[in-house]
């Protein structure tokens, strides 16, 4: 917030012609572990210049001069005064950045990484947005558009750990600030530039952000390589059980450190069909079981048996996880057959948390 102060005395006033540096950091948390594994997620932060710092006559203080494509109406005409107004603004920058008709390239790169400053920043306006670097320079690649409760969607930029994606809301930072007690860390209103002190050129920034465990899929490609012929298309039924715990889980905040799921598949011919478990926390170490095979069916000799261990899903892998599983008929007549039931939830969508519908499905349908 620019302000209006007369220059005190014995403090340096504002120097429009000399650069600052920023040192860009997570926002502290009390958590040893996540402070660890957010700088693993090695974030890069694009820095943009929305609007240079221009010294206003008469006062120890400056005002600002958007720059294109920032200088829009809904950027130039608005007085931020709180926190609130600041995190409103960055979205109309990252808005311009996204989707207006002009690239805009950042200014600056930097890291997360608490001890690398970028220099050589001219005083102004700049906005920040932190997101993963693996594979693309591009930020764009990086975007998320989260829709709350109400309705209201918010752009945030996200980067991944081995475990966890982060996400980070642009933010708006001038340059320089007067020294204050208060650092610029977004858990705080923003300090002022007409605050008592000096000016410093140098700041630290601390960059909020909000974390979630990342998932990935399992597919298990069950090959059903002969079939009895007593009882032409006599359905056989297959049920299959993953579970799997995350190492390091609990001293990493507890997400999710544990997986299980059941499913199922039903032949009438000899083929092949797939299913694929869904939603599985990444680093994942997995067991992988047939626990049910039709009665008279057995796993083929020398395909891997009913259990197969140690399965993990990988955070960098592109593809699904894929486990196979071949059966053949046993000259067994003893038939099994089995049906899946599944319930799905339905919030009510009404105020108050009142309570909405389970819906059951049976799979075949059976009336």
């Not at 544990?258 to 011919?269: E, I």
Request: charged content about 25%; hydrophobic content about 30%.
């Amino acid at each position: 917030v620019c302000g209006v102060k007369p220059t005190r005395s014995g403090a340096a006033p504002f120097d429009q012609s000399k650069t600052g540096s920023l040192t860009i950091h997570p926002m502290e948390v009390t958590d040893e572990a996540m402070a660890q594994d957010v700088l693993s997620a090695k974030a890069k932060v694009d820095i943009f210049q929305v609007a240079k710092a221009v010294k206003t006559p008469g006062y120890d203080t400056y005002h600002y001069e958007f720059i294109a494509p920032f200088d829009r109406a809904e950027m130039k005409d608005r007085t931020p005064e709180k926190a609130e107004d600041w995190d409103t603004m960055a979205q109309e920058a990252a808005r311009v950045i996204f989707d207006g008709d002009t690239k805009v390239n950042p200014v600056k790169q930097g890291t997360l990484d608490k001890t690398s400053s970028v220099s050589d920043l001219e005083p102004g306006l700049y906005l920040l947005m932190a997101r993963g670097g693996k594979g693309t320079d591009s930020v764009a690649d990086f975007r998320k558009d989260v829709t709350d409760d109400e309705g209201k969607t918010t752009i945030v930029t996200y980067a991944n750990s081995n475990q966890y994606e982060y996400t980070f809301k642009p933010q708006l930072v001038s340059l320089p600030m007067r020294d204050s007690d208060v650092p610029v860390n977004p858990t705080d209103d923003p300090p002022n530039t007409a605050d008592q002190g000096d000016w410093s050129y140098d700041l630290n920034v601390y960059l909020k952000f909000e974390r979630s465990v990342r998932f990935g899929s399992l597919k298990i490609r069950k090959v059903l390589s002969s079939y009895e012929s007593e009882i032409p298309n006599d359905p056989v039924t297959f049920v299959f059980q993953v579970d799997g715990e995350t190492p390091g889980a609990e001293g990493a905040g507890g997400e999710l450190s544990s997986y299980h799921g059941v499913d199922s598949l039903t032949f009438t011919a000899a083929g092949e069909e797939e299913i694929i478990f869904e939603r599985i926390p990444v680093t994942a170490v997995l067991t992988v079981s047939e626990v049910y095979s039709g009665s008279g069916y057995e796993i083929a000799p020398d395909t891997g048996g009913t259990v197969r261990e140690g399965i993990t899903i990988s955070a960098d892998q592109d593809t699904v996880v894929e486990i196979p599983f071949v059966n053949v008929h046993n000259d067994d007549l003893k038939r099994g057959h089995g049906i899946k039931n599944q319930f799905t939830y339905t919030d009510s969508g009404l105020p108050g948390g009142q309570p909405g519908r389970w819906n059951w499905v049976q799979d075949p349908v059976n009336n």
